[in-house]
């Protein structure tokens, strides 16, 4: 998190710009603590002690481990990373632009594996994870 002007102390009534930067995997949620709202930056005025948060989550994240055999004679395996209990629908196309739900998968352990049984016999495929 950026803060500006960044010091120890404030005068009463000294304006301060919080401003976050979310990693590639991570996404914003919005302020908590003395603040709310989602808009970043956010702008406070001092006029008493104050604790801001800027709690993040991680964004879904498909893989295949260099030293994962993706195609097995079950289908096309991939791990699934993301929120530990969080839950995530995941979806499949063959043209980028027409997607088809396939599973929803709870993320009990914070990694998930995921066989894809469909993909046996198609030339391409592609996946994605979303929040349902």
């Not at 991680?58 to 993706?70: H, N, S």
């Amino acid at each position: 998190m950026n803060v500006a002007p960044a010091t120890n102390r404030y005068t009463s009534g000294k304006t301060v710009t919080l401003t976050v930067m979310p990693a590639a995997s991570q996404q914003f949620l919005g302020w908590s603590g003395d603040a709310n709202g989602t808009q970043n930056p956010l702008t406070a005025t001092m006029n008493s002690n104050k604790v801001i948060t800027a709690p993040f989550t991680k964004r879904p994240r498909l893989e295949v481990p260099t030293w994962f055999a993706p195609m097995c004679q079950e289908g096309y395996r991939f791990l699934l990373t993301g929120e530990f209990g969080g839950q995530y629908q995941i979806e499949a196309s063959t043209d980028l632009v027409q997607w088809t739900p396939l599973v929803t998968l709870t993320n009990t352990y914070g990694t998930v594996q995921f066989t894809d049984a469909s993909a046996t016999n198609l030339p391409q495929r592609f996946y994605r994870a979303v929040s349902p």
